[in-house]
């Protein structure tokens, strides 16, 4: 399916409606909406209402307001290039780079080829997951509580992403893959790619959710975002605090403990208005 949305909005029509537990391959436009396809295709006089396409929405029966909606990210099949570009104005030290630079990057045999002597292994994850927030209509750009923009590459293939559902269907969007980025992305852009997606959405009605949390066969994580990087850490640690005493039973104060044991801080990015972060418990600490 290739029909793209650049807002999250309930009132969006769905483009498909599959059962709890189907696969849906989702084709997906580069973050720049396919604009950026040679060297001399610059990032600028962008039309802003037409950027950071997500694909969909999908309408997945029975998801209601209250439960999870299961993302499993099962495959990613990039196009043969991406694009790297520095946007004015935009990016962690955008004041050092005010004029706009484009990288057309070509993909093959497993890496995204940087130049003639960097090349890169490639790591695709979908930069943007979102399903649809309870009120109002949102841009895909920035973070929120219903996913969107949230370039963790933590969402590679293997790792199932937890949304909560705010509507009826959930309304689920895919989209802005990179073939590679780096914790940070701090020049605002990684390789940004065409791709095919293929994920299988679950809804849950027993996981209750405030924001998206991610979780693999090695790893659970907490992921938030807020003003600075030290209040999305608060707010991601105080999630991990939430799922430890829920799932394993100890006392808050050996959860916080075992937080500072245990869990690892990562920066998904510092670019997209709210920085990112993302708390990791590795799942091999718990014997049972
Ligand atoms: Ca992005
Ligand atoms: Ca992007």
Redesign the pocket.
Known sequence: MEMVVFKADKTNPAVLTIDSGDTVVFECRD?FNQVIKKPEDLPVDFDMEKI?PATGPVFVKGAEPGDTLEVHIQKIDLADQGSCCIIPNFGFIHEDYPDPWTRIIPIRNGFAEFSDKIRIPIDPFP?TIIVAPPEGSHGTLIPKEYGGNM?SKACRVGTTVYLPVFVEGALFGVG?V?AVQGDGEVCG??V?IDAEVTIKLVVNKKKKIKRPQYETDEYFMTTAWGETADAAAKIAIRDMIDWLVEEKNLTREEEYALCSCAVDFRVSQFVDITPGVRAVLPKNIFID
Request: charged share 35%; glycine share 12%; proline share 0%.
């Open positions: 973050a950071n930069g370039d802005d990179h852009t990684a940004e």
